[in-house]
């Protein structure tokens, strides 16, 4: 069964202060790792798809990183409005029976004090 | 360019009751597919539709069901409410072709069942 944990389940940071979310998965066989921003009561929001192990993106103080079991979302000085929850999701590639659905991790709660 | 749209916003209904609750695509997207996010549980992945057909479905019982329209917008009904079927309840759109795997998603409907 395809599995995605999320660590930490919450991350208190002062504005400036840089850290790094976790996102270890499990599955059959990846086809792309998403990360997603959530704010309170509203949908996800995309931010980026990774690939293949070693793939990076950057997005303003975003950078998300790859390997072959776990994934990586840096926040670079980080600014209070970017107090969210951050969602990783795996999808697997066709043939089985979790073939298009996103499986996602319960998420890591960010606050960034000023 | 229009996101994803979903209605209503917030829908109140009786234990015993049926809900429906629609969606429409990003324009020129063919993919449909609806999650569940009850509060601790995290997303949910439930039905998969690609131009008029359900393609997957999640761990979910039969009182769950939908459908496709030939514009490619899509209804969820739930049928029997129970109260643990209070949650929001997202849309996302794919293209569903060529190498873009990305969901987008909507702003949800809040269901809550009394």
């Known amino acids: 069964e395809d599995q995605v944990t999320q660590s930490p389940e919450a991350l208190r940071l002062q504005e400036g202060e840089s850290s790094s979310l976790n996102c270890s998965y499990t599955?059959?066989?990846?086809?792309?790792l998403f990360w997603y921003r959530q704010d309170p009561g509203k949908g996800p929001e995309f931010l980026f798809t990774?690939?293949?192990a070693g793939e990076e993106k950057e997005k303003e103080r975003l950078k998300a990183t790859l390997t072959k079991k776990e994934s990586f979302l840096h926040i670079t000085a980080p600014k209070p409005e970017d107090s969210a929850t951050y969602l990783c999701?795996?999808?697997?590639?066709?043939?089985?029976?979790?073939?298009?659905?996103?499986?996602f991790g319960q998420g890591t709660i960010l606050t960034v004090h000023p | 360019e229009a996101g994803v749209t979903q209605s209503p916003t917030h829908l109140i209904k009786t234990r015993g009751q049926q809900a429906t609750l629609r969606c429409s695509p990003i324009?020129?997207?063919?993919?449909v597919y609806w999650y569940q996010q009850a509060l601790g549980l995290g997303l949910q992945f439930l039905l998969w539709?690609?131009?008029?057909?359900?393609?997957n479905r999640g761990n979910f019982p039969p009182r769950f069901s939908g459908r496709q329209f030939p514009n490619y917008s899509s209804e969820l009904n739930v049928n029997a409410l129970e109260l643990e079927d209070s949650a929001l309840y997202l849309c996302?759109?794919?293209?569903?072709?060529?190498?873009?795997?990305?969901?987008?998603f909507g702003p949800g409907t809040r269901l809550t069942v009394t």
């Open positions: 996302a759109s794919s293209p569903g072709t060529g190498r873009v795997y990305e969901q987008y």
């Open positions: 599955v059959s066989g990846l086809r792309g």
């Open positions: 990774l690939y293949s």
């Open positions: 999701a795996v999808q697997v590639l066709p043939g089985g029976t979790s073939y298009g659905k996103l499986t």
């Open positions: 324009s020129g997207h063919t993919s």
């Open positions: 539709y690609d131009e008029g057909e359900e393609r």
